[in-house]
């Protein structure tokens, strides 16, 4: 394998750097890497992977474009809403370097499908937003004994580190089970600083390319951690969990167990009644004796609302629910339906014996009762 003229023009400010040089250029050439997820962090990770001329690169990823994305996902342009996020990639990476191979997947990683798709390529990148696909990346990582190189945000924080379990803890040994659902907010309910994947992304690739050219300290044991909002870091050492569930000689990995690893991170909320925003409505045309309980954030009811509904912030419910009357029927909403399920429970413990659940939450009442709402 050689580079081409054009090659030696555009990689000229690696190769005149001895770290790197030829045959540095040459392993990132030969180089196969799996970016899991084209968002906020797979965005930037992918563009500076390509640039640097990595020789080939995977991504996978099911979602499509979405107007919310474009605050932080800069593969995605406004003309690409709508369109498929590994195909709108592809574009935008082909166009900042075409010497490089781009493979898509336009699929979810699920534990089917997992093996096969990750034992392709010589590293993993994960740049997912939820935990089940995140603690499926660390297992098949384990599995197929290649590095994941991991970073994860949320509002004004990141975290980033590279999980191997050869040469290190992987990402069970600092979180052995995923959380409760809805415990700790997803970033379409808490959101993001917009910049902050674009920091913790181009670290992913910085890692990436270290490990590939074999130089400097890669991120292995150690966790970085950082905060936007005091442009602060700190560093946490990580070490071996000698009874990791997965990667410790005692609970040694043999296969990817489906179903799911989505039901690892599902909760019983209890009261499972619901209806949609559209029953909803159709219920309100006719009925006057019913409450439509909102229990989003203060800043989150100044975007947008239901009209004629009451608010009362999850957060304050405990202390606020002798407000609400036992005798009515009591439909609540949050942005997605998650915070509902809980408010929906936390009443029925507390007695209320008529608390529905509105599924979907605000959104799905925008799409499916008010679409000329502007939701967030």
């Not at 439509?292 to 509904?309: F, N, S, T």
């Not at 408010?343 to 007695?351: N, V």
Request: charged share 25%; net charge negative; hydrophobic share 40%.
């Amino acid at each position: 394998m050689q580079l081409c003229k054009e090659e030696v023009a555009r990689y000229s400010r690696h190769l005149i750097m001895p770290e790197v040089g030829m045959e540095g250029q040459l392993k990132l050439k030969s180089a196969k890497v799996l970016c899991v997820g084209t968002g906020g962090l797979g965005s930037p990770m992918a563009m500076y992977l390509a640039a640097a001329g990595v020789g080939q690169i995977g991504l996978i990823d099911s979602d499509v474009v979405d107007f919310s994305n474009l605050q932080r996902q800069l593969l995605h342009h406004t003309p690409d809403v709508g369109r498929s996020k590994v195909a709108s990639a592809k574009e935008k990476l082909n166009a900042i370097n075409p010497n490089v191979e781009i493979i898509t997947h336009e699929t979810m990683l699920t534990a089917d499908n997992a093996i096969e798709i990750c034992s392709g390529y010589d590293i993993v990148a994960d740049g997912t937003d939820n935990f089940p696909t995140r603690y499926l990346t660390n297992d098949v990582c384990v599995l197929l004994n290649k590095p994941n190189v991991h970073a994860s945000i949320l509002r004004f924080e990141g975290q980033a580190s590279v999980f191997w379990a050869e040469k290190g803890p992987c990402y069970r040994c600092l979180y052995p089970e995923p959380p409760p659902a809805g415990e700790i907010p997803s970033c379409a309910e808490g959101g993001v600083l917009g910049i902050l994947p674009g920091l913790l992304g181009v670290m992913q690739a910085t890692e990436v390319i270290k490990l590939i050219l074999g130089i400097g300290s890669p991120l292995i044991g150690r966790l970085f951690i950082f905060d936007a909002l005091e442009m602060r870091s700190r560093e946490m050492k990580l070490r071996k969990n000698p009874d990791c569930p997965v990667c410790s000689s005692r609970k040694q990995l043999l296969e990817l167990s489906s179903p799911d690893y989505q039901a690892t991170c599902e909760v019983d909320f209890g009261g499972t009644e619901e209806v949609t925003p559209a029953q909803l409505y159709a219920l309100r045309q006719s009925r006057s004796d019913m409450l439509v309980l909102d229990v989003r954030d203060p800043h989150e009811w100044e975007i947008c609302r239901i009209d004629g509904a009451v608010h009362v912030p999850l957060s304050e419910l405990p202390d606020r629910i002798g407000e609400l009357d036992k005798s009515q029927d009591i439909y609540v909403y949050c942005l997605a339906g998650s915070r509902s399920k809980k408010a929906q429970k936390l009443l029925a413990d507390a007695g209320y014996s008529r608390v529905v659940n509105v599924a979907g939450g605000i959104r799905a009442w925008a799409k499916q009762v008010e679409p000329e709402m502007a939701v967030y």
